[in-house]
């Protein structure tokens, strides 16, 4: 454990927050469990690096991403409680107070599971892009989405940490306008290269996530960050089914690659636009959302301490472009070369390679052999052959620029065009046979159609006669009849419903008076579509997309007089969100059983508004201290948190070993800590 942490654990930031045990450490902050003392709630602790709290630029940008990240009001998003700068002559701490989530992360489900099933990485996903989407439409980027900040609590809920720590970081002296903040692996392109981020970049990272997810393994792997942050840059992710052991689904390599397009304007906008596709994906696939495992919880304060290291670190490195070269790899020892094979002598009709030297020692000669004189019958046979010669190359020279002008002027006239054959309400591969017979190319998509039979053609693009290039595309669109209302499934975003409802040719409708009540289906999203799924509509007919309104109002339970983990068991499993209130004492009810609730006991919930608050008692049972010792009766009533007085019997003296004969609390009665109960001993 290190000097930081053993000064921390135990003492007060701010004189209000007590630092109990820790919980993770990373390379730029450390976690520890603790209490809000004020409100007696337990929280997480996150303390940054001391070497950040010199920096004003850096603690000023801090509060402000504090400031912003605690607006995000979403289920999925870690909450934020609170910021500050604790001040002591022992140096100054700048931390961060934040939801408690027991469970782990995703690097602890990874760790412990593996490479996950499709149908759990998709879920864990949904609810990943879920949150970041909520950041996104707040105008915040992550820049930091990794395993590490993905935690799963109770019952699998998903949520994500940490928004905006790394634009603080960024901002402090620690690094320079050149060097990059981030963990490496999930970085994006543009963030290695330039230091620039929005929700693409977020988008970038989640694909990276749903890669590891599928594969157990990140896609770059390196012995150092340069190397990793080089492959981001220069190499496409490759599709997870190249590295899983299992069989990966094509659409899932797809929905991969569109996540970790190089170019961030090929990739989805933010991470609602990907949540859609995942969403479009998995029904597809035919895949529905799973439970998520919990994963081992946080060592509670008096167990072995067990402090979690936060993998992948945060790093800072200089940016990388596309032309910084590769990191060197070692030299491999290879086989010695065989010497070149000498080329094969010239034939009688061979071409025979000579070296500069031959050539000019051939010339040499030439220049000084002996001239003889040509007689007038050979000058005529040398004039007459070279005159015969230069005929036939003219003669070739004019045949072939006589062919080239009838080539060009055929297709400048009409060889370089095609017209479009008629294929309207021809069946689909007579019409792709007629198309392919007038020398064009084609593509073939499906429409709804009221009045054409199913595979046969209902229009073509450009229309029939048109004269287009020979070779061009045409489109032909071909009927697969009557539209059917499609399946949605529950739970789905109305955009989904509205995109699937777009590609049959009918129109999305919302009609209030429709939506519903549904206990599983959260307020906003798909329950079903009106008319059915599967019902055969005419095109353009309109669909009511049917929405949840949340779970039906229903009253809250009553829990007093249980105890506190039976009472939230019973409200979780009646629909709502237990969270502990500030304990009270109540002469009635013994200590650690429920007073009361807030809201009450029937009080009808509305509005999708769950929580519950539950105070419980703080009451001390005395004990029945007849014929103990003194100093026995002392240990017990100091170990449940009272006094005593101990006094002689008839007001006499007294020693450690009298024996108690009375005390003015009766056994079994109920008082609050710090109580003192007067006994008398004898002798």
């Not at 002559?89 to 961060?96: A, M, R, Y």
């Not at 990191?327 to 491999?332: C, I, K, R, S, V």
């Not at 599983?520 to 353009?540: D, Q, R, S």
């Not at 009810?589 to 769950?610: E, L, Q």
């Amino acid at each position: 454990m290190g000097t930081q942490s053993a000064n921390l654990i135990g003492g007060l930031l701010e004189q209000r927050y007590r630092v109990n045990t820790l919980l993770a450490r990373g390379g730029m902050s450390t976690v520890y469990r603790g209490v809000d003392t004020r409100l007696e709630r337990p929280v997480a602790i996150k303390v940054m690096d001391p070497r950040f709290s010199d920096d004003q630029s850096f603690i000023d940008r801090f509060v402000r991403e504090a400031r912003t990240a605690a607006q995000l009001h979403h289920p999925g998003v870690v909450g934020v409680y609170d910021q500050g700068v604790d001040r002591s002559p022992e140096g100054d701490h700048v931390f961060l107070v934040m939801e408690l989530v027991d469970g782990g992360t995703l690097r602890d489900l990874l760790r412990e599971r593996g490479a996950l099933p499709p149908a759990l990485a998709l879920s864990v996903l949904e609810q990943v892009l879920s949150a970041l989407g909520a950041a996104h439409r707040a105008g915040l980027v992550h820049r930091d989405v990794k395993p590490e900040n993905v935690l799963i609590g109770r019952g699998g809920a998903v949520k994500v940490a940490d928004f905006g720590l790394v634009r603080a970081m960024a901002s402090a002296n620690t690094t320079s306008d050149d060097m990059i903040l981030g963990t490496v692996a999930y970085l994006s392109p543009e963030q290695v290269a330039t230091g620039a981020s929005d929700p693409r970049s977020d988008v970038y990272s989640a694909g990276i996530l749903l890669y590891e997810m599928l594969t157990g393994t990140p896609p770059y792997t390196g012995d150092n960050p340069i190397s990793v942050a080089y492959r981001h840059v220069n190499d496409d992710v490759p599709p997870p089914s190249e590295a899983a052991t299992g069989s990966i689904p094509p659409a899932l390599d797809d929905l991969v690659l569109r996540a970790t397009r190089r170019d961030p304007s090929l990739r989805p906008m933010d991470a609602d636009a990907l949540l859609a596709e995942v969403q479009i994906t998995a029904m597809s696939m035919g895949i529905t959302p799973v439970p998520i495992p919990m994963v081992a919880a946080s060592p509670q304060p008096d167990s072995t301490l067990r402090v979690r290291d936060d993998g992948p670190p945060t790093e800072k490195f200089s940016p990388i472009t596309a032309a910084t070269p590769a990191p060197m790899l070692a030299p491999t020892m290879s086989a010695p070369m065989a010497p070149p094979m000498a080329p094969p002598m010239g034939g009688p009709m061979g071409t025979r390679a000579m070296s500069r030297a031959d050539l000019e020692a051939n010339a040499v000669t030439a220049r000084h052999a002996p001239v003889r004189a040509q007689s007038p019958v050979d000058r005529y046979q040398q004039q007459r052959t070279k005159s015969r010669r230069a005929f036939l190359i003219w003669m070739s020279v004019i045949v072939v620029l006589a062919a080239a002008v009838a080539a060009t002027a055929w297709w400048l006239g009409s060889g370089q065009w095609a017209q479009v054959p008629s294929v309207k309400g021809l069946q689909e591969q007579t019409a792709e046979q007629k198309i392919h017979d007038a020398d064009l190319q084609f593509t073939v998509k499906s429409v709804p159609s009221n009045d054409v039979q199913k595979g046969y053609v209902v229009d073509v693009s450009p229309g029939e006669q048109q004269q287009v290039a020979r070779n061009s595309q045409v489109t032909l669109s071909i009927s697969q009849g009557k539209p059917q209302v499609p399946a949605v499934q529950a739970g789905a975003d109305p955009a989904v419903a509205d995109k699937l409802l777009g590609d049959q040719g009918l129109q999305s409708q919302r009609d209030p008076n429709k939506d519903t009540f549904n206990d599983n289906v959260p307020a906003g999203k798909v329950v079903t579509l009106l008319p059915a799924p599967g019902t055969i509509v005419p095109v353009g007919s309109g669909v009511v997309v049917v929405l949840s309104k949340g779970p039906k109002p229903k009253p809250v339970p009553s829990v007093v007089g249980l105890p506190h983990d039976q009472a939230f068991t019973t409200l979780q499993q009646a629909g709502f969100q237990p969270v502990d209130g500030p304990a009270e004492f109540n002469d009635q009810v013994d200590a650690g059983k429920v007073i009361r609730t807030d809201p009450a006991a029937g009080t009808t919930v509305t509005n999708g508004n769950t929580q519950v608050t539950v105070i419980v008692s703080n009451a001390v049972v005395v004990p029945d201290l007849g014929g103990m010792r003194a100093d026995d009766a002392r240990e017990t009533l100091k170990g449940l948190g009272l006094d005593i007085d101990v006094q002689g019997f008839f007001g006499g003296g007294h020693n450690g070993n009298g024996q108690v004969i009375s005390q003015d609390q009766a056994p079994g009665s109920r008082v609050k800590k710090g109580t003192k109960i007067v006994v008398h001993v004898f002798p």
